[in-house]
């Protein structure tokens, strides 16, 4: 089973400048970062977000409401959708086609974006033991919503060696065959060190979609990269 050579984040374009000092980071890294703590901190980290929020470092959170929580009661296994809020605010996201990172775009309207092309090899070479894989959209609970639990984030080095079995006997579900593809890769916590493999970064402004052939990309190198 292969990864396509290049997987896909998107951001809020007004967090590009704490992605270049910092990297990638979980919402519970970022609230780390932010000095976020107690009810403020439980209320953002473990309920549903209904609205994109500012913390107090001007770092931008988006809202999750696709995930509310009487659909997650449903649908979850082994878990609450208290702890699933935290589970998934522990990881860093990327996509792996075009199409699904297009859906999340739309939904971000009229915000500014912007599209990180990245390298997976690298990322695996320097982060495999943080990445899991999933197979479906752990951010959207909506409109017959699949199976989920912490066994839905299957370990990179385990998915290399029998696919999805360990997700489809921990739900005891319906089994994703072997060619499945991974909707999406999560990194634990945070990849600080993001822009080493950084392919180009696409900039999109109001209701342009990300098409890697018809956009202009910026390259990032010898350290001097605006946006």
């Known amino acids: 089973m292969k990864l396509p050579a290049c997987i896909y984040h998107l951001a809020e374009a007004a967090n590009w400048r704490s992605i270049r000092r910092s990297g990638l980071l979980s919402t519970k890294a970022l609230l780390d970062a932010a000095g976020v703590h107690g009810k403020e901190r439980k209320r953002i980290e473990c309920g549903q977000r209904l609205e994109l929020m500012e913390l107090p470092n001007r770092v931008q959170v988006r809202d999750q409401r696709p995930l509310p929580a009487n659909a997650l009661e449903q649908c979850l296994v082994g878990m609450t959708p208290v702890e699933w809020y935290a589970l998934i605010n ?3 996201f990327f996509w792996l086609e ?3 990172l297009n859906r999340q775009r739309r939904a971000c309207e009229p915000r500014p974006q912007v599209v990180l092309e990245i390298d997976t090899a690298g990322l695996l070479a320097q982060h495999a033991e943080r990445i899991a894989l999933s197979p479906i959209n752990t951010g959207n609970a909506r409109r017959r919503p699949a199976k989920r639990g912490r066994c839905t984030f299957v370990p990179y080095s385990v998915w290399i060696e029998s696919g999805w079995s360990n997700e489809t006997q921990g739900l005891s579900s319906r089994s994703h065959g072997r060619s499945h593809q991974p909707v999406e890769l ?3 916590d945070a ?5 080493s493999f950084v392919v180009r970064v696409h900039r999109l ?3 342009e979609i990300f098409s890697p052939a018809a956009l202009p990309a910026f390259r990032f190198a010898d350290g001097i990269f605006r946006l």
């Open 90 to 92: 522990s990881k860093v």
């Open 205 to 207: 402004g109001l209701g």
């Open 191 to 195: 990849v600080s060190d993001i822009m």
């Open 186 to 188: 999560t990194v634990a």
């Open 98 to 100: 075009v199409d699904r």
